[in-house]
């Protein structure tokens, strides 16, 4: 099976290594630290496969969650950094980033966007490097 998940979520901890701290791939109404950031893979379908059935190439669909509890503004710059990294890992965004109410606590401030690409098989997305 291609899935790519691992390396976006070690990339997304990279690009935002020092804006914020808590990245996760658990989803949470009301995160244990703030700021946090969600990343998720939310889908993974084969795209393409051979006469053999084998898996060629797959939809990676991604979505990113911001939550914090200073302020819409740091939620916002969270998530455009994450947007901006998706970007350079060849995704495409399909909704967001977009604010949206949080049902475990009004008093946090939450952004969403989703992310999709296709992914061949013996693709890999490239590593980025770390800033420390």
Do not use: H
Not at 78 to 83: D, H, V
């Amino acid at each position: 099976m291609i899935d790519n998940w691992n390396r976006v979520l070690t990339n997304i901890k990279i690009a935002e290594s020092g804006t914020c701290p808590n990245i996760t791939s658990t989803n949470s109404d009301s995160p244990a630290e703030f700021p946090t950031l969600l990343v998720d893979q939310i889908d993974n379908p084969d795209t393409a496969v051979d006469l053999e059935n084998s898996e060629n190439a797959m939809e990676s669909t991604i979505e990113i969650q911001t939550y914090s509890i200073k302020s819409l503004t740091e939620s916002r710059k969270i998530i455009n950094i994450a947007c901006d990294a998706m970007r350079q890992m060849g995704y495409r965004r399909r909704m967001g980033p977009k604010q949206v109410m949080n049902a475990g606590n009004s008093k946090i401030f939450r952004m969403v966007a989703r992310f999709s690409r296709v992914i061949g098989v013996g693709e890999e997305i490239p590593k980025f490097e770390s800033n420390q």
